[in-house]
C-alpha cells in the first residue's frame, strides 16, 4: 500500500531550525513531484514548495523563500524540508504530498507533522 | 499569485441533502482546478482533479464543475462521513493557492 510518512516536527524557539522528513513506500517516488503544504492551527491549506522528481527544479512560497529548503533523496524514498530562521507564523501541521503522474493535483498525502515555533 | 475565493466558509447541512460549494480564480485558470476534503486528524482527500474529473475511488456522488474562473463542487446526497472541510486549488500557475476552506457541518 503506498504512503507517506512525515517525522521531525516540534517544539522550537523563533529563529531556530528544524528538518522535517517524508518517507514514502509503495511507488516509485523517483517519478514524481513532491510537495510540502502546511495548515496553521484554525487556518486552511497553503501551499509551501515542490521539488521536481530529480531535485533539478525547486519553488517556493514567498513566505518561506530564503528561510526553508526542500530537497530529496531519491535512493532512499525521502523528502526534505529544511526550515531555518522559524517565525511564530510557521506554527502548523506540515504535509508532504505527492503530485500525480499525469494530471496537476495532490494524489496522496502524508498525516502531516506538528511545527510550534514558540519564544 | 492567483486569489482563490470560495463560498460559502461554512454550512449546515443534513444527511440526504444536496451541497453546493464554489470557488472563483481571480483570473482565468482553464480547468486547472482540485477540490480535496479534510477531515481533523485524517490526511487530506483529492476528490476531483481538473475540474470535473474524479478521482479514483471517489463516490459518484461528488461532482464537480466549471472552467475559466467560476466552479462548483456538489455533492448530491450528503453522508455521515463527508462532514468535513473542503478546499479548491488551482495549479494553473506556481504558487499553486488554495482557497480558505467550506466547512460542511450539521
Known amino acids: 500500500e503506498a504512503q507517506l510518512v512525515e517525522s521531525g516536527g516540534g517544539l522550537v524557539q523563533t529563529g531556530g531550525s528544524l528538518r522535517l522528513s517524508c518517507t514514502v513506500s509503495?511507488?516509485?517516488?523517483?517519478?514524481?513531484?513532491m510537495h510540502w503544504v502546511r495548515q496553521a492551527p484554525g487556518k486552511g491549506l497553503v501551499w509551501v514548495s515542490r521539488?521536481?522528481?530529480?531535485?533539478?527544479?525547486?519553488t517556493y512560497a514567498d513566505s518561506v523563500k530564503g528561510r526553508f529548503t526542500i530537497s530529496r533523496d531519491n535512493a532512499k524514498n525521502t523528502l526534505f524540508l529544511e526550515m531555518n530562521s522559524l517565525r511564530a507564523e510557521d506554527t502548523a501541521v506540515y504535509y508532504c504530498?505527492?503530485?500525480?503522474?499525469?494530471?496537476?493535483?495532490?494524489?496522496?498525502w502524508g498525516q502531516g507533522t506538528m511545527v510550534t515555533v514558540s519564544s | 499569485d492567483i486569489q482563490m475565493t470560495q463560498s460559502p466558509s461554512s454550512l449546515s447541512a443534513s444527511v440526504g441533502d444536496r451541497v453546493t460549494i464554489t470557488c472563483r480564480a481571480s483570473?482565468?485558470?482553464?480547468?486547472?482546478l482540485n477540490w480535496y476534503q479534510h477531515r481533523p486528524g485524517i490526511a487530506p482527500k483529492l476528490l476531483i482533479y481538473?475540474?470535473?474529473t474524479l478521482q479514483s475511488g471517489v463516490p459518484s456522488r461528488f461532482s464537480g464543475s466549471g472552467s475559466g474562473t467560476d466552479f462548483t463542487l456538489t455533492i448530491s446526497r450528503l453522508q455521515p462521513e463527508d462532514f468535513a472541510s473542503y478546499y479548491c486549488?488551482?495549479?494553473?500557475?506556481?504558487?499553486?493557492?488554495f482557497g480558505r476552506g467550506t466547512k460542511v457541518e450539521v
Open positions: 486549488q488551482q495549479t494553473y500557475s506556481t504558487p499553486w493557492t
Open positions: 504530498a505527492r503530485d500525480g503522474l499525469n494530471f496537476r493535483a495532490f494524489d496522496m
Open positions: 521539488i521536481h522528481s530529480d531535485g533539478s527544479r525547486t
Open positions: 509503495g511507488f516509485t517516488f523517483s517519478s514524481h513531484w
Open positions: 483570473q482565468t485558470i482553464a480547468t486547472y
Open positions: 481538473a475540474a470535473s
